[in-house]
């Protein structure tokens, strides 16, 4: 089963998701703050990391910055309701969802098993599975994206993004249709739709073209390279 490491600085909320992830069957890790977060993390690899943003010495913002310097291992932040600043930030330097403190263990289990399932898709034989629009090709059986030939790093959230907007080049997507193509139905805020697509942005940009256009009011489009 997927193990996840479970990070926060309270012991009590610590024991409550151990207790509730070993009951719907993963294996659990902890640690009690950042530092060590990361030594827990190189130590044990997990699938999947709940990481809370609040924590002293060394924060969630800047544990989420360093796993992603090397992996792109799913991370759920757990934040406190008036932090949403730190929330957005979380998820633009590469958190795939978050929940709101307090929140309900069946919710942020029901999340755990959604992200995971996004990232743990079975490599399946498509028809068809590259895709290519303009200097973008995408790979559905192996996850990886490229741009002009070169490798695109890219978390699982973002590929599925990508491989949505460019499923169908120029159309309008809609947030709702996003959520029915990205994110596996489940929902997910307008902010972290946002927040996902300024990432992935910012890599297409890094790697030499951004070719998401924002239409407002109706949702995101892919520019075709003429």
Not at 2 to 27: C, M, S, W
Not at 86 to 108: N, T
Not at 190 to 211: F, Q, V
Request: hydrophobic share 40%; glycine share 6%; with cysteine.
């Amino acid at each position: 089963m997927p193990k996840v490491l479970v990070v926060d600085d309270d012991t009590n909320i610590r024991e409550v998701l151990v207790f509730a992830l070993q009951k719907h069957g993963y294996t659990t890790v902890e640690a009690g703050d950042g530092d060590q977060a990361l030594s827990m993390f190189e130590a044990s690899r997990p699938d999947l990391i709940l990481l809370d943003i609040m924590m002293p010495e060394l924060d969630g913002i800047e544990v989420c910055k360093r796993v992603r310097q090397s992996s792109n291992t799913p991370i759920i932040f757990m934040s406190a309701m008036d932090d949403d600043a730190d929330m957005v930030l979380g998820l633009e330097i590469g958190g795939d969802d978050y929940v709101a403190k307090p929140f309900s263990v069946r919710q942020l289990i029901a999340r755990v098993k959604a992200v995971l399932r996004r990232t743990d898709q079975p490599v399946v034989s498509h028809s068809n599975p590259i895709i290519i629009t303009g200097n973008l090709s995408l790979n559905r059986d192996t996850y990886q994206a490229c741009y002009n030939d070169q490798p695109l790093t890219l978390t699982v959230t973002e590929f599925n993004l990508l491989g949505t907007l460019m499923s169908a080049p120029t159309k309008v997507f809609s947030r709702s249709e996003l959520i029915d193509h990205a994110y596996d139905g489940v929902i997910v805020s307008d902010r972290t739709i946002d927040s996902h697509i300024r990432r992935l942005r910012k890599k297409l940009t890094n790697a030499g073209e951004d070719p998401i256009h924002t239409v407002h009011g109706a949702g995101y489009s892919l520019r075709v390279a003429e």
